[in-house]
Nanobody, 117 residues
Framework: QVQLVESGGGSVQPGGSLRLSCVVSESIFSFWSVGWYRQPPGKQRDFLAAISAGGNINVSDVVKDRFAISRDDAKNTVYLQMDNLKSEDTAIYYC???????????WGQGTQVTVSS
């Protein structure tokens, strides 16, 4: 069974940084893409960034100036580096793996990020 396990969330002051990690139980290359979404309290889950098996990167315009996605193929891990965090970045952050329409999508359990002074 495919598992995606996030870590690295926590509480940080505005202007601070966090790096989230998503460890995938299978090879990253078995996915079309692996990426990140977030869901603020009472709001919908929104796309943040994704990296394809071929290394193509897509980052939401909302965060592209502050967030960056990367991966370590040897560790089957995808990272989300978040800098200059703002209070509006407070949310649960989810890792997402897409294996295509026939093989489905997979979600991690989420990790809480709280930005507050």
């Amino acid at each position: 069974q495919v598992q995606l396990v996030e870590s690295g969330g926590g509480s940080v002051q505005p202007g601070g940084s966090l790096r989230l990690s998503c460890v995938v139980s299978e090879s990253i290359f078995s996915f079309w893409s692996v990426g990140w979404y977030r869901q603020p309290p009472g709001k919908q889950r929104d796309f943040l960034a994704a990296i394809s098996a071929g290394g193509n990167i897509n980052v939401s315009d909302v965060v592209k100036d502050r967030f960056a996605i990367s991966r370590d193929d040897a560790k089957n891990t995808v990272y989300l580096q978040m800098d200059n965090l703002k209070s509006e970045d407070t949310a649960i952050y989810y890792c997402h793996g897409d294996r295509g329409p026939r093989r489905g999508v997979f979600w991690g359990q989420g990790t809480q990020v709280t930005v507050s002074s």
